[in-house]
């Protein structure tokens, strides 16, 4: 079946780096735009960076401009984004979604992963 299943979550401290990883399958993954969102208790899922199936081109929220970058290897059916000089107020689940085109601001995407958990804590 269509599945996204996302890796690398866990514990680090402020200012620590993670890579988290989204691995893509049984659906056309080059075809796909993929997105990175996150939800942190009582808040409301949050576009965080998005990467073109078309391209190599990424876009991205604007509290995660210069510290996330978003990657993809098609050839693994795998999008990464390296979180780095992370804080506490990225603490949430993070989930990754495939679909035509690169939203932040709209959910509106075809596949999504089951999220992994991410906290920026000391």
């Known amino acids: 079946e269509v599945q996204l299943v996302e890796s690398g979550g866990g514990l680090v401290q402020p200012g620590g780096s993670l890579r988290l990883s989204c691995a893509a399958s049984?659906?056309?993954?080059?075809?796909?735009?993929v997105g990175w969102f996150r939800q942190a208790p009582g808040k409301e899922r949050e576009g965080v960076s998005c990467?073109?199936?078309?391209?190599?081109?990424?876009f991205y929220a604007d509290y995660v401009k210069g510290r996330f970058t978003s990657s993809r290897d098609n050839a693994k059916n795998t999008v990464y984004l390296q979180m780095n000089s992370l804080k506490p107020e990225d603490t949430a689940t993070y989930y990754c979604?495939?679909?035509?085109?690169?939203?932040?601001?709209?959910?509106?995407?075809?596949?999504w992963g089951q999220g992994t958990l991410v906290t920026v804590s000391s």
């Open positions: 990467i073109s199936s078309s391209s190599d081109s990424t």
């Open positions: 049984g659906f056309t993954f080059d075809d796909y735009a």
């Open positions: 979604a495939g679909g035509s085109h690169c939203w932040l601001t709209r959910y509106d995407y075809d596949y």
